[in-house]
């Protein structure tokens, strides 16, 4: 394969084309998989801006819940070699959505809290909730 560049160093050009097939999963989950962002029709800029704020917001949570699952052993970790067959986004996505479904308010929030605690953490941010 070879693969054009316009880095100083070409010898990085390889990790980052490697990066790219983990964007365009997320453009899929958010085009199409969950989000559906094209339906929405928005075409003006600040609008558009004003809509993917939340969406980040919500991939991110969906994504770190994903990856949670997959080390406590609640979603099968793929084989090494092989490709996931259902991506962190949507298995996080998933849980996500049960929880939503069978919890109360409370609980939900302890779910939300124990899912950003890491961050709290590592940034030493007290606990907003």
């Not at 479904?101 to 590592?122: G, M, S, W, Y």
Request: charged share 30%.
């Amino acid at each position: 394969m070879v693969v054009a560049t316009t880095l100083d160093n070409p010898n990085i050009a390889d990790e980052f084309y490697g990066k790219r097939f983990g964007i365009e999963a997320m453009h899929k989950d958010w085009k199409s998989n969950a989000f559906e962002i094209e339906k929405t029709r928005v075409t003006d800029p600040k609008r558009i801006e004003t809509l993917l704020i939340p969406i980040a917001f919500a991939y991110i949570l969906c994504v770190l819940e994903g990856e949670k699952r997959e080390e406590t052993g609640d979603v099968r970790s793929p084989p090494k070699g092989k490709t996931r067959m259902t991506g962190l986004f949507l298995n996080g996505l998933r849980s996500i959505s049960n929880h939503i479904r069978r919890a109360t308010i409370e609980k939900f929030v302890i779910f939300i809290r124990n899912l950003l605690q890491p961050f709290f953490d590592a940034w030493k941010i007290p606990a907003f909730i």
